[in-house]
């Protein structure tokens, strides 16, 4: 018989998620705790949010907190890493036809050197 410990993290007497360590369990406690700040500071803003938006947006605030925080102190977007291999492009493809829009020609990528 295996024994297993988890940790469940509880939002108004909902089971939200489960983790196998407590480190993890209570970073994503803290992660819904922020959520629920933005979401009560998103409704104060001059922006009308549908139903739902605000909160959709206030946790994925809440998920990307350290991205959020270097704009904030950099006033500059960081190197955003793709999570998708497909995503990845490399300078030696070519742009398809049928990924260009119909009234502009498909440009050949052009490899960039460093100057001596």
Known sequence: MAVEIKYVVV????????FASK?????????LDLAE???EWLTHSPVALEEGQG?????????NKDVLS???RSGKLPELET????DETSGDEVISEEAAPDDKVAEHPRKRTKAA
Request: hydrophobic share 45%.
């Open 83 to 86: 999570t998708n291999a497909d």
């Open 37 to 39: 700040v933005l979401g």
């Open 55 to 63: 909160d959709v947006l206030a946790m994925w605030m809440a998920e």
């Open 70 to 72: 270097t704009v904030l």
């Open 11 to 18: 939002r108004e007497g909902q089971e939200k998620m489960s």
């Open 23 to 31: 480190k993890d369990a209570d970073a994503y406690d803290k992660m």
